[in-house]
């Protein structure tokens, strides 16, 4: 039945029926896309081009975040929210009035009813069996208790359903406060009507809401094997049509009210044609795409630039690139070993050679965009970037543990280092002082690191060994380090951190983490932790304290690097030049932007 009403639909639109209206002259856009996951739905990995297509067909979020990842409240959907502290448990609720006119782009009507069962159905255990990787309401109150359990009759007292246009969301007062607190009580919806075939309703009584008449199971079964790959209703300002010969297919929902600047779609048909990166430039000079997106290396740039055809926006991006290392193992987890390999490392040239100059520095765990760092830039420029000085790393290496010969016992004499490398630093338990590194193959950063380091670090009495594999085995050496025992061999990893609007740090550096896939590099600091704790623990009214601790974390991640901050490379949005806003930034990509574009 789903099938057929899904067929249906999509007929409708292609039809220009169904509430749809047509431009005198149709418009589409071509976008060049890497290869992509095909999930179109949240709780499954995905890219920023994934990304992307996500933010055009799902929306009406409560709340959103802009061009410097600060959360803001969406008013298209929202009409009115109110907080309120329990100040007996600290719980905190929030009351959402919707609008009345909300609508899915099949015409069936968006009410509070598919918020709650967003909430119900992200949260459930069939989901997470299904291998979901949501997580997006474990701070509402009872979270825990409705993830574990299965059955009819299994409530969730931290969602409640009030009418067709309110709903309540109640954040655990245990886990409270958090400074980002708008970012817990974010819901998006889901189709009811779809996931549950016109059948299912909400219950909610005293013991909270759960999903009535119809199966949870049955709606998981049905987001796994057909929504999340043709998600054809939506509420964003595309609807899904297609995904075939390598192209995925959107069209313009014209139920669609608005984003949380107000602004509706104009352009009719966006085609997102995958492709392999190597080929994005040439695709668009040839004029098989409009717009591409992404790092340009010099070559590109200068063919793109020759044409005079196309507009160039240039902005940082919102990955730093680092070698990060496993601290919690060999050599790597002396902080004076880290900190000498960052001296080691000339990242001016490197910059230089792998970007052509067209990269920044940056010095601790953040990228410029965000505004915690526009608030402490002057902060953030009294941290230095490690700038290549040996003697600098000779001095760090002379206050590690290693500065024995192979006996462990007597001293180190850097007079006897030979090039060859067979004169090197050891501890008191003597061992070598030998990094192995893990890098990936045709990666221009690991070369340079190797041709850099190597005999550098040999100059200094230790040894740093480069290996190369594919993504996957850097992966799981990187992330599931921990439990490799025997099989542990690598020390340091180069990679590139992605900090999305919303970026908490506390669950990728805290020691309670460490060991986990949560905190690879296995970093345990007292210092640390206590900023990140003041961090996660700040009231939403407490923005100078939260900003204090930011710093206090920024620095002394900067001083026990458990990776290397190395470089943020530009990045670009190229489009011909009948296409105007494309408004792409470090914190948005053109998914989050695709409102505002237009077509001449």
């Not at 915690?372 to 590690?400: N, P, T």
């Not at 623990?537 to 620095?555: H, I």
Request: glycine letters at 8%; hydrophobic letters at 40%.
């Amino acid at each position: 039945m789903k099938k057929l009403v899904t067929i249906f639909i999509c007929l409708m639109l292609c039809m220009g029926l169904g509430g749809c209206t047509k431009h005198p002259q149709d418009t589409t856009l071509r976008i060049a896309s890497e290869i992509l996951s095909g999930n179109f739905m949240d709780g499954f990995s995905a890219s920023d081009y994934d990304t992307n297509i996500l933010e055009m067909i799902h929306g009406y979020a409560t709340y959103d975040y802009d061009e410097n990842g600060s959360m803001v409240l969406n008013e298209v959907p929202v009409k009115e929210v109110s907080r309120e502290v329990d100040a007996t448990t600290g719980n905190v609720r929030y009351d959402y009035t919707i609008a009345d006119d909300l609508k899915w782009s099949d015409g069936h009507p968006l009410t509070a009813a598919d918020y709650v069962f967003a909430i119900l159905f992200d949260s459930s255990c069939e989901w997470m069996d299904a291998g979901a990787m949501n997580a997006n309401y474990d701070h509402v109150l009872g979270y825990e208790e409705y993830n574990a359990a299965s059955g009819e009759d299994v409530y969730f007292p931290g969602v409640l359903l009030i009418d067709e246009t309110h709903f309540s969301i109640i954040l655990d007062g245990a886990k409270l406060p958090y400074f980002n607190e708008m970012l817990l009580a974010a819901v998006s919806p889901k189709p009811l009507h779809i996931f549950t075939d016109g059948k299912g309703t909400i219950l909610t009584t005293e013991a909270g809401s759960r999903l009535k008449d119809y199966s949870m199971d049955d709606a998981v079964v049905y987001a796994k094997e057909e929504y999340r790959s043709a998600p054809s209703i939506s509420c964003g300002p595309y609807v899904f049509v297609s995904y075939e010969d390598h192209v995925v297919t959107l069209k313009r929902n014209t139920y669609f009210l608005g984003d949380f600047r107000h602004q509706i779609p104009e352009i009719d048909t966006i085609l997102i044609k995958e492709m392999d990166t190597s080929l994005h430039v040439s695709a668009l000079i040839n004029g098989d795409v409009d717009l591409i997106t992404g790092v340009l290396s010099d070559e590109d740039l200068l063919k793109i630039q020759e044409e005079d055809a196309f507009t160039i926006k240039e902005f940082a991006g919102k990955a730093y690139g680092n070698l990060a290392f496993a601290c919690d193992f060999g050599p790597a987890a002396d902080m004076h070993v880290r900190r000498a390999l960052s001296y080691m490392i000339d990242k001016h040239e490197l910059i230089q050679t792998v970007y052509g100059g067209r990269a920044s520095l940056v010095s601790s765990d953040y990228v410029p965009a965000q505004w915690m760092a526009q608030e402490k830039e002057e902060a953030l420029e009294q941290l230095h970037v490690y700038d290549f000085h040996l003697e600098k790393a000779k001095e760090e290496l002379g206050q590690s543990d290693y500065v024995y010969e192979a006996d462990g016992k007597t001293p180190f004499d850097s007079n006897k280092i030979q090039k060859d490398g067979s004169y090197l630093r050891h501890n008191e338990k003597g061992e070598a002082l030998v990094i192995r590194h893990l890098g990936t193959s045709g990666n221009a950063v690991t070369d340079v690191l190797q041709l850099q380091i190597t005999q550098r670090a040999l100059d200094l009495g230790m040894r740093f060994e480069v290996d190369y594999g594919d993504f996957a085995a850097l992966s799981m050496h990187y992330y599931e380090g921990a439990s490799l025992g025997d099989e542990r061999v690598y020390h340091s990893f180069n990679l590139a951190n992605v900090l999305p609007p919303g970026y908490d740090p506390y669950y990728n550096y805290h020691s309670q983490f460490a060991g986990t896939p949560m905190n690879p590099t296995g970093i345990r600091d007292d210092e640390l932790d206590a900023a990140l704790e003041v961090m996660e623990m700040s009231d939403p009214t407490q923005r100078d304290d939260f900003l204090d601790a930011w710093m206090t974390y920024e620095e002394r991640f900067h001083e026990i690097l458990p990776v290397i901050p190395l470089y943020i490379s530009n990045e670009y949005a190229v489009h011909a030049k009948n296409i105007e806003n494309v408004n792409v930034n470090t914190m948005e990509g053109y998914g989050h932007i695709i409102t505002g574009v237009r077509m001449q």
